[in-house]
């Protein structure tokens, strides 16, 4: 029996209500690893921090680093 | 034998990588199921709408359409 185009439209949100209900969970699960870091002594923000460095390429960070620290010396950020 | 400090953050840091992998697949997942939804006649931004849509209280949903409606009608957004 073929669906109805209703259906189609329904089974399609349907799946993405699904993937964004699995999406919310891994967010709490990353959220409980931050938790579970500031638990054992570590900083989560640096922990955030150091994930967004570690996605970067070398050269990229490099760079970022090098603009990073002139700015930050032209405003006296030593 | 026990891990050093070191690996304990190590280990965070790359459980956290994971999870993020993880969410990115299904965000992709999600983007399929709005093409495959395009690919078939209906309107991806529409299909987007609808989900925020389901995921309000119906009360909340009744207010939030007659605020809408008298802002709009405000602005002569008839």
């Known amino acids: 029996m073929a669906e109805t185009t209703d259906d189609r439209l329904r089974l399609l949100i349907e799946r993405v209500e699904r993937l964004e209900e699995e999406k919310k969970g891994i967010s709490e699960d990353i959220r409980d690893v931050y938790n579970e870091g500031k638990a ?5 923000k640096i922990m955030r921090e150091i994930v967004k460095i570690r996605k970067m390429k070398p050269d990229d960070r490099r760079e970022h680093d090098s603009i990073l620290d002139l700015y930050k010396s032209a405003l006296g950020l030593d």
């Open 40 to 44: 054992v002594g570590y900083d989560a």
